[in-house]
């Protein structure tokens, strides 16, 4: 049994036909025909019942499939892994990042990056700052872009690095006819009767707002939330509320006004993570090496 067997049992499995399953193989039906009965005597068992000419894969077989898109999995993956460390300028990197840095950050970083590298391959993944921990933990990407929760603290994550990158000053971004517009900069309890358009309860930037307004002496009335920064831009000019936002590194959304708040630590830090323990293959290294280079953030910080 070799991972060509698999492979072609789980287009047999897809299909359900010999003729189709060659046809998108591209081998002869008879060596379709060959691969199964040699699955089928190594595993022990029919892995498809024959029903009227075609095949319908039964209970051993559903098993056996499972068994072999795992295999398969593991298999490219090994051979992913393997070329990253040959070919560090073409490797692989899989790097998780929270939702609020999608617009901006992100894009920013990976254009100044494929600068450097333009072969290099990207996977992203966008979730939460917990999430993140637990694909950090799991294996399931390399490294990740995140930020604290709280201005005082660093994110506790077990086996986890964390360092700081990039420093973003935070606004109250509101309607361009609000009545605080104008006014340059403000505190955030000017703010606290109003309601505010935040984010979902795990995301990191709605941490960071429900602290600054404790500290402020208010709970927020949240009256929308969302998962994207643009979104919470855009119903802020509809008059649907305020946010706190960072502040825009490039063009605002028509009307809107983003006023910088004077509040202590009305600031957000953006880092990088990556698993404590273990080796980082040559693409990963490099990039992180990149990542850590303080030309790159638009607002560099000094390392905890």
């Known amino acids: 049994m070799d991972d060509r067997d698999l492979r072609w049992l789980t287009v047999l499995a897809e299909t359900e036909n010999v ?88 894009p920013l970083v990976l254009n100044r990056y494929r600068a450097q590298a333009p072969q290099v391959r990207f996977v992203l993944q966008e979730g939460h700052s917990n999430d993140i921990a ?55 309890v000017q703010a606290a009767d109003e309601p505010f358009i935040t984010f979902w309860p795990r995301a990191e ?29 855009a119903l802020v000019a509809a008059g649907l509320g305020v946010a706190v936002i960072p502040q825009p590194t490039t063009g605002t959304t028509p009307g809107t006004e983003h006023l910088p708040l004077t509040d202590p630590g009305a600031e957000r830090q953006i880092g990088i993570a990556w698993p404590s323990h273990g080796r980082h293959s040559p693409a990963v290294a490099r990039f992180l090496g990149f990542l850590r280079e303080p030309s790159q953030g638009q607002n560099p910080v000094e390392s905890d």
Do not use: Y
């Not at 898109?69 to 460390?85: K, W």
């Not at 929760?149 to 086996?159: A, L, Q």
């Not at 930037?205 to 919470?232: I, K, M, N, Y």
């Open 19 to 106: 003729s189709l399953a060659a046809a998108q193989l591209r081998v002869p039906q008879p060596t379709v025909s060959r691969a199964l009965a040699r699955l089928e005597v190594d595993l022990g068992a029919p892995l498809f019942d024959r029903v009227g000419g075609r095949l319908r894969l039964n209970a051993s077989g559903r098993l056996a499939v499972g068994h072999a898109q795992r295999v398969v999995h593991e298999i490219d993956t090994a051979r992913e892994r393997i070329t990253e460390l040959n070919h560090p300028e073409r490797g692989l990197i899989r790097m998780g990042f929270v939702a609020s840095l999608g617009e901006s950050v992100v």
């Open 134 to 188: 637990e694909w950090l933990a799991e294996g399931r990407v390399d490294l990740a872009l995140t930020g604290r929760t709280r201005p005082d603290t660093v994110p506790d994550w077990k086996d986890v690095t964390w360092t700081p990158i990039e420093r973003q000053r935070l606004c109250l971004v509101v309607a361009d006819d609000h009545p605080l517009a104008g006014l340059g900069r403000v505190a955030l």
């Open 205 to 233: 930037l709605r941490l960071l707002t429900e602290h600054l307004c404790r500290q402020a002496g208010f709970v927020p009335s949240v009256a929308l939330q969302t998962g994207e920064v643009a979104t919470a831009r």
